[in-house]
């Protein structure tokens, strides 16, 4: 049972903002989640950018709570870095904002927090790391690439069943500016307008 305004938020988004040319890039990850869902297998997806600071988060947490919205199981989704910063508070800021229930698990440079999209449901947990860092799975998962520099910076991801580049324009570039939450809330929708679409062809 997702919170009703994480419920409103996802059934607000609409896939015309999606090129024909983003389906193309978004159709290897819808193929591979539909492999695992028909051999009833589990789904791990790790979602991957340079510092582990923004997209890799905000595309973690709406793929968990987008496969709890269209009731596909098995999909445990994560998120890793080229090397670990701290999750951005704007990030978090712009997950609060679409509904996300948000508690600080443990302070310092880099804050631990339980991200909550449901009340019954597991919280995503939110923390920088690297991709390859204990808490990720080691085999066995989708490697999905959200900026450009890591995907070129990382040709190689150990583990990985599958490397699938799908990256997103860094809101970082926004930061100190008039522009930041908004900048960052419609990244955030953006990913989850798509991430939308590719659970939406799961059957």
């Given at each position: 049972?997702?919170?009703?305004?994480?419920?409103?938020?996802?059934?607000?988004?609409?896939?015309?903002?999606?090129?024909?040319?983003?389906?193309?890039?978004?159709?290897?990850?819808?193929?591979?989640?539909?492999?695992?869902?028909?051999?009833?297998?589990?789904?791990?997806?790790?979602?991957?950018?340079?510092?582990?600071?923004?997209?890799?988060?905000?595309?973690?947490?709406?793929?968990?709570?987008?496969?709890?919205?269209?009731?596909?199981?098995?999909?445990?989704?994560?998120?890793?870095?080229?090397?670990?910063?701290?999750?951005?508070?704007?990030a978090a800021k712009a997950l609060e904002s679409s509904g996300f229930k948000i508690e600080t698990l443990s302070n310092g440079a880099n804050p631990v927090y339980a991200?909550?999209?449901?009340?019954?449901?597991?919280?995503?947990?939110?923390?920088?790391?690297?991709?390859?860092?204990?808490?990720?799975?080691?085999?066995?998962?989708?490697?999905?690439?959200?900026?450009?520099?890591?995907?070129?910076?990382?040709?190689?991801?150990?583990?990985?069943?599958?490397?699938?580049?799908?990256?997103?324009?860094?809101?970082?570039?926004?930061?100190?500016?008039?522009?930041?939450?908004?900048?960052?809330?419609?990244?955030?929708?953006?990913?989850?307008?798509?991430?939308?679409?590719?659970?939406?062809?799961?059957?």
């Amino acid at each position: 049972m997702l919170y009703q305004n994480i419920k409103n938020q996802i059934e607000d988004l609409n896939f015309n903002s999606i090129s024909a040319e983003r389906k193309t890039t978004l159709q290897p990850l819808v193929d591979y989640i539909k492999g695992k869902v028909d051999e009833n297998q589990i789904i791990n997806l790790n979602f991957i950018c340079t510092h582990n600071s923004r997209r890799s988060h905000l595309s973690q947490v709406w793929a968990q709570t987008l496969a709890h919205y269209f009731n596909i199981k098995n999909v445990f989704t994560y998120s890793g870095g080229t090397e670990a910063t701290a999750l951005f508070p704007s990030a978090a800021k712009a997950l609060e904002s679409s509904g996300f229930k948000i508690e600080t698990l443990s302070n310092g440079a880099n804050p631990v927090y339980a991200i909550k999209f449901s009340e019954i449901a597991h919280p995503v947990i939110g923390f920088s790391k690297t991709f390859d860092a204990p808490f990720n799975p080691s085999k066995t998962f989708a490697a999905i690439m959200t900026c450009s520099s890591a995907d070129k910076g990382c040709p190689f991801i150990a583990g990985a069943e599958k490397r699938i580049p799908i990256t997103f324009e860094d809101p970082k570039a926004f930061d100190n500016t008039p522009q930041q939450a908004e900048k960052y809330l419609e990244r955030s929708l953006q990913i989850a307008t798509e991430l939308k679409y590719v659970f939406s062809k799961i059957k």
